[in-house]
């Protein structure tokens, strides 16, 4: 890829050269070639570190942040270690070396085959595609690698800025579009409000409480970067954060578990307001906001006094902004803290501190409920805290506990920081619920925890690896703990939240709100009710969730259990599911222009919890169901190899008809041979059995692998997430 972007450069090179060769003197025209040269070889290792830092391509996002905000990611990401600096300055420094020895030689003739032969490079390297086709690489991570920084960095920039052109100059169209699945297709609100809607979101947490005579305080804690590859169980890296994981045992846990950006900045509007993004995110238009119902602002309005806690700037993303909106007045952050503390780095205080910070005020607290938010940022670039020295031995320590063997543990040591503040921040948390515990508000309260979203810096599984973050309720008052493997996402937070006090504690919601989310999904086996847009960056809205089927920048996958992401070939599909999202992106882009969201504003009719089949709560309509292989057992009977297979539709919706395949390879990958059932469709959240036979005779005796699947009966090919290279060993 790098040598694929020099070669498209050359012409630019020639272009910056042609000023500075029609200087007088050798020494001017090196001087000015080295220094245009220089500059661009600059642009191109910044946008390198910058990838290398954040592992994600710098695209156009960079146009929707300030000045200041640029300063403070780039200074507090900046890395000074010896192979960063190394990656700043050796290549200035070959080029350099390289110009001052082409000057010692003797002077040669031009030579115009030469130029010609590298116009010719430059030409085929522009006829080559611009970017690497995602599929082509085995996980996220790689994919990210091959891209060429400059060419994505342009054609984001200028694709962003064509599009606000575009957009300035299309007239206000309130009549076309529909909004997403989890809502009925002619919403409440018409055409110019596409997301408003009655609100009959059912109280699904309301059985899993005791019932206490006041309305709950709540505590809601975002920590910066959680993510599920990393914290909880079956985590894919191992869990770093005991303490999470021990509370889960004790509370509310939704393994599969969505955020709805990849970034920060929109974790507060779909948190708390369930709202659409707009152009660069909700909290981005700032003043032009426009006034809506929020789990803040209907709280605040009903006698809860809210309270926001950060150690860091809380301009940042407009927070404060949104937060002011929505009613809440108590913000403390990087300019309000107060004496007796030290900020940990660029962004601000660590973690210990914001928690010490928040305890400080309980004594303060007024007679009536209360609504806290804590927002984490320690587990963030550049990953330094107080007492980091301590943390070191802790990681091999944990290391040790999860068993991971000797010769893995250098891609954990390689990302020693990022760890240590993992388990930093999971100290910081234990701390805290310890403090907590002895307040008398405690026993009344119910904790929130969720991640904005996953850290990048570590290498991603799959795409929707950076989404997957945990959610955990967890109060004194829950009759029992619960696992729920059901995907919901932060959008379904605030409905059910508002459901669960109106319908136990009597307080009021809105009549008709503008939630993308239609509550949380507490169903214990894996299955997907919801329609899910993700915005990974403020400029790029590539990725929807619908059913069990993923759309992620205009590729389809099968999801499962855990969110493991399988490709699937099946362009029909895709077309469904892209006619789906592309509704969404329209609702989307007419509340960009007009930004009318409802007649109503920040005070709409409060009515009280009404007891209803939810509209809401029926299951979206999912553009593709797809059937998997839940489980597949193998045994020797009578000389045939029997193979029982246990295939599921995890889906709201029929699956397609498919024919269950199972393939014997040898230990080399050649196919010894197969057996595939009758053609069947799955029922919406079936299950059934199958078994197939492989007779033994004639095998020779060694080690084989079977794979299992569901394939289409047309070509075969595979249309559901299976199992592979189960082990199967024939011995005589």
């Given at each position: 890829?790098?040598?694929?972007?020099?070669?498209?450069?050359?012409?630019?090179?020639?272009?910056?050269?042609?000023?500075?060769?029609?200087?007088?003197?050798?020494?001017?025209?090196?001087?000015?070639?080295?220094?245009?040269?220089?500059?661009?070889?600059?642009?191109?290792?910044?946008?390198?570190?910058?990838?290398?830092?954040?592992?994600?391509?710098?695209?156009?996002?960079?146009?929707?942040?300030?000045?200041?905000?640029?300063?403070?990611?780039?200074?507090?990401?900046?890395?000074?270690?010896?192979?960063?600096?190394?990656?700043?300055?050796?290549?200035?420094?070959?080029?350099?070396?390289?110009?001052?020895?082409?000057?010692?030689?003797?002077?040669?003739?031009?030579?115009?085959?030469?130029?010609?032969?590298?116009?010719?490079?430059?030409?085929?390297?522009?006829?080559?595609?611009?970017?690497?086709?995602?599929?082509?690489?085995?996980?996220?991570?790689?994919?990210?690698?091959?891209?060429?920084?400059?060419?994505?960095?342009?054609?984001?920039?200028?694709?962003?800025?064509?599009?606000?052109?575009?957009?300035?100059?299309?007239?206000?169209?309130?009549?076309?579009?529909?909004?997403?699945?989890?809502?009925?297709?002619?919403?409440?609100?018409?055409?110019?409000?596409?997301?408003?809607?009655?609100?009959?979101?059912?109280?699904?947490?309301?059985?899993?409480?005791?019932?206490?005579?006041?309305?709950?305080?709540?505590?809601?804690?975002?920590?910066?970067?959680?993510?599920?590859?990393?914290?909880?169980?079956?985590?894919?890296?191992?869990?770093?954060?005991?303490?999470?994981?021990?509370?889960?045992?004790?509370?509310?846990?939704?393994?599969?578990?969505?955020?709805?950006?990849?970034?920060?900045?929109?974790?507060?509007?779909?948190?708390?307001?369930?709202?659409?993004?707009?152009?660069?995110?909700?909290?981005?238009?700032?003043?032009?906001?426009?006034?809506?119902?929020?789990?803040?602002?209907?709280?605040?309005?009903?006698?809860?006094?809210?309270?926001?806690?950060?150690?860091?700037?809380?301009?940042?993303?407009?927070?404060?902004?949104?937060?002011?909106?929505?009613?809440?007045?108590?913000?403390?952050?990087?300019?309000?803290?107060?004496?007796?503390?030290?900020?940990?780095?660029?962004?601000?205080?660590?973690?210990?501190?914001?928690?010490?910070?928040?305890?400080?005020?309980?004594?303060?607290?007024?007679?009536?409920?209360?609504?806290?938010?804590?927002?984490?940022?320690?587990?963030?670039?550049?990953?330094?805290?107080?007492?980091?020295?301590?943390?070191?031995?802790?990681?091999?320590?944990?290391?040790?506990?999860?068993?991971?063997?000797?010769?893995?543990?250098?891609?954990?040591?390689q990302s020693a920081a990022i760890y240590e503040s993992?388990?930093?921040?999971?100290?910081?948390?234990?701390?805290?619920?310890?403090?907590?515990?002895?307040?008398?508000?405690?026993?009344?309260?119910?904790?929130?925890?969720?991640?904005?979203?996953?850290?990048?810096?570590?290498?991603?599984?799959?795409?929707?690896?950076?989404?997957?973050?945990?959610?955990?309720?967890?109060?004194?008052?829950?009759?029992?703990?619960?696992?729920?493997?059901?995907?919901?996402?932060?959008?379904?937070?605030?409905?059910?939240?508002?459901?669960?006090?109106?319908?136990?504690?009597?307080?009021?919601?809105?009549?008709?709100?503008?939630w993308l989310g239609s509550g949380l999904d507490l169903?214990?086996?894996?299955?997907?009710?919801?329609?899910?847009?993700?915005?990974?960056?403020?400029?790029?809205?590539?990725?929807?969730?619908?059913?069990?089927?993923?759309?992620?920048?205009?590729?389809?996958?099968?999801?499962?259990?855990?969110?493991?992401?399988?490709?699937?070939?099946d362009p029909a599909a895709a077309a469904r599911l892209?006619?789906?999202?592309?509704?969404?992106?329209?609702?989307?882009?007419?509340?960009?222009?007009?930004?009318?969201?409802?007649?109503?504003?920040?005070?709409?009719?409060?009515?009280?919890?009404?007891?209803?089949?939810?509209?809401?709560?029926?299951?979206?309509?999912?553009?593709?169901?797809?059937?998997?292989?839940?489980?597949?057992?193998?045994?020797?009977?009578?000389?045939?190899?029997?193979?029982?297979?246990?295939?599921?539709?995890?889906?709201?919706?029929?699956?397609?008809?498919?024919?269950?395949?199972?393939?014997?390879?040898?230990?080399?990958?050649?196919?010894?041979?197969?057996?595939?059932?009758?053609?069947?469709?799955?029922?919406?959240?079936?299950?059934?059995?199958?078994?197939?036979?492989?007779?033994?005779?004639?095998?020779?005796?060694?080690?084989?692998?079977?794979?299992?699947?569901?394939?289409?009966?047309?070509?075969?090919?595979?249309?559901?997430?299976?199992?592979?290279?189960?082990?199967?060993?024939?011995?005589?």
């Amino acid at each position: 890829a790098g040598l694929v972007a020099l070669a498209r450069a050359l012409p630019l090179l020639f272009l910056l050269a042609w000023p500075g060769v029609s200087l007088r003197t050798p020494r001017a025209q090196r001087l000015a070639v080295g220094a245009s040269w220089s500059l661009l070889l600059l642009v191109q290792v910044a946008l390198e570190q910058v990838f290398l830092a954040a592992r994600v391509p710098l695209g156009a996002e960079w146009l929707a942040y300030s000045l200041a905000e640029l300063r403070t990611t780039a200074v507090a990401g900046i890395r000074s270690d010896a192979l960063a600096l190394a990656g700043w300055w050796l290549p200035p420094i070959a080029l350099w070396l390289a110009l001052t020895w082409q000057a010692r030689r003797p002077a040669a003739a031009a030579r115009p085959v030469a130029f010609v032969l590298l116009l010719a490079v430059s030409l085929v390297a522009w006829a080559l595609p611009l970017q690497p086709a995602p599929q082509r690489w085995s996980d996220e991570d790689a994919y990210a690698v091959a891209v060429d920084k400059p060419g994505y960095f342009l054609a984001e920039s200028g694709a962003w800025w064509l599009r606000g052109r575009a957009a300035a100059r299309r007239p206000d169209d309130v009549g076309g579009a529909s909004r997403p699945g989890d809502a009925p297709a002619m919403p409440d609100g018409g055409p110019r409000y596409p997301f408003l809607r009655e609100d009959r979101t059912p109280d699904v947490l309301g059985p899993l409480f005791d019932h206490a005579p006041q309305p709950p305080h709540l505590v809601f804690i975002i920590v910066e970067g959680l993510g599920r590859s990393f914290s909880g169980p079956d985590a894919a890296l191992g869990s770093f954060t005991p303490f999470l994981d021990e509370l889960a045992t004790r509370g509310l846990y939704w393994d599969n578990f969505l955020s709805n950006q990849g970034r920060t900045f929109g974790v507060l509007p779909s948190l708390f307001g369930s709202l659409p993004f707009g152009d660069t995110g909700f909290a981005e238009l700032g003043a032009a906001m426009p006034a809506h119902a929020g789990l803040l602002s209907v709280l605040t309005q009903q006698g809860y006094r809210a309270r926001f806690y950060s150690g860091w700037n809380a301009d940042f993303d407009h927070e404060r902004d949104y937060l002011q909106r929505q009613g809440v007045q108590d913000i403390v952050d990087l300019a309000r803290f107060g004496p007796g503390y030290v900020p940990a780095n660029e962004w601000g205080y660590a973690d210990r501190d914001l928690f010490a910070r928040a305890l400080a005020d309980l004594p303060q607290r007024d007679s009536g409920p209360t609504l806290t938010v804590l927002q984490t940022i320690t587990m963030h670039t550049p990953y330094t805290f107080p007492g980091q020295a301590a943390y070191r031995k802790r990681i091999e320590q944990r290391l040790d506990a999860l068993g991971v063997p000797a010769q893995q543990r250098a891609r954990y040591r390689q990302s020693a920081a990022i760890y240590e503040s993992i388990l930093y921040t999971d100290d910081a948390l234990r701390a805290y619920f310890e403090a907590a515990a002895k307040d008398a508000s405690y026993a009344n309260t119910i904790f929130v925890i969720t991640g904005d979203h996953r850290l990048p810096e570590l290498p991603l599984e799959n795409r929707i690896a950076r989404y997957h973050v945990p959610l955990l309720i967890y109060s004194p008052l829950l009759k029992a703990p619960r696992r729920i493997r059901a995907v919901s996402s932060q959008f379904d937070v605030a409905p059910s939240l508002l459901a669960y006090l109106a319908h136990a504690h009597g307080l009021q919601r809105p009549a008709r709100a503008t939630w993308l989310g239609s509550g949380l999904d507490l169903a214990p086996a894996f299955r997907n009710l919801h329609d899910i847009p993700i915005k990974q960056t403020k400029t790029l809205l590539e990725d929807f969730v619908s059913g069990t089927s993923f759309l992620g920048h205009g590729r389809l996958y099968a999801l499962d259990d855990g969110l493991a992401a399988e490709p699937v070939d099946d362009p029909a599909a895709a077309a469904r599911l892209s006619t789906r999202f592309d509704a969404f992106r329209a609702a989307n882009a007419q509340f960009a222009r007009t930004l009318a969201l409802s007649p109503e504003g920040a005070h709409p009719r409060l009515v009280a919890y009404a007891e209803a089949v939810p509209a809401s709560a029926a299951p979206a309509a999912t553009a593709v169901a797809v059937p998997s292989v839940e489980s597949v057992d193998v045994s020797r009977v009578d000389g045939r190899l029997r193979i029982d297979v246990a295939f599921a539709n995890a889906d709201a919706v029929a699956s397609p008809a498919f024919v269950p395949l199972a393939v014997l390879v040898d230990a080399h990958g050649r196919e010894v041979g197969e057996r595939s059932g009758d053609a069947m469709p799955l029922a919406a959240g079936a299950r059934r059995q199958v078994r197939l036979e492989f007779p033994l005779d004639g095998l020779p005796h060694g080690d084989y692998f079977l794979a299992v699947l569901p394939s289409d009966p047309g070509d075969g090919k595979r249309i559901g997430p299976g199992r592979y290279r189960i082990p199967v060993s024939i011995r005589r």
